[in-house]
């Protein structure tokens, strides 16, 4: 991957922005930038209004607003290990986040690349309902498609393994529509600008993972 730029991984809920996103940050050595972990990272923080606020957002499947997550992105892009370029899991996720984004790419002279991770709805509820992950290493897993080589546990700490609060139905359902009402468009926007590719993302991990590489060579 040339050095400096930012990767955008757009995708739905399930489609495997996650999984990918860690093997990239393995492969290329640039960190792996997740809003969704960040912003799970401030819930749990404790009682502050922020933490109550996306707390409540996240397990009802709504998007944060636009403003929390341009202060946490920009931060998080300053920092040390970001310098040779990053991946973005998760963002952005409206308009008003993507045009965020290239002021950020502007102000540090960097090209934004981004993958859309296509996959079939149909596909999408067992793997959300059935991924567990790890709360120590992070450790993507699902009971159906890649369990842990014991019950629940992960294979790399041997912390109990969590399910996310969001992976009901009630939340899937509303992650969805939050997705085609407001980060689908996103797919034309990046397609007008002619910086998107788009692979399949239905294959195995490993055949999704060798068609990044492709790209990002
Ligand atoms: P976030 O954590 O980003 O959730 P999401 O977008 O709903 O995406 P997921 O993490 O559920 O799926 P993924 O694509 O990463 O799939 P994964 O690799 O885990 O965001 C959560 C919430 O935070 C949002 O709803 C919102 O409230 C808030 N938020 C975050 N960012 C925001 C933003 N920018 N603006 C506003 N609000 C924001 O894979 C899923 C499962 O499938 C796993 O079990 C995995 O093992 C399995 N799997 C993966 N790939 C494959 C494959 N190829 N074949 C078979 N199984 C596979
Ligand atoms: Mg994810």
Redesign the pocket.
Known sequence: MSVGKIIVIL?A????????AKRLQEKFSVPQI????I?RAIAKEGFSLLAEQIRE??AA????SDEI?IQVVSERTQKEDCKKGFIL??????LG?AQQLEGLALSQEREIKVVNVDILDSLLLK??T??RSCPSCGE???IY??PPKSNNICDHCSEFLIHRS?DNLESINK?LQ?YRKNTEPLIDYYKKHQCLSSID?T???DE?FELLCQIFQ
């Open positions: 995708g809920p399930g489609s495997g922005k996650g999984t990918q997740s809003t969704g972990d912003l957002t996240q499947g709504k998007l944060v997550l899991d998760g963002y952005p996720r409206t986040q793997r959300l059935g991924r993507i897993y699902n498609f890649k969001d992650r939050e993302g294959q195995s991990p999704v």
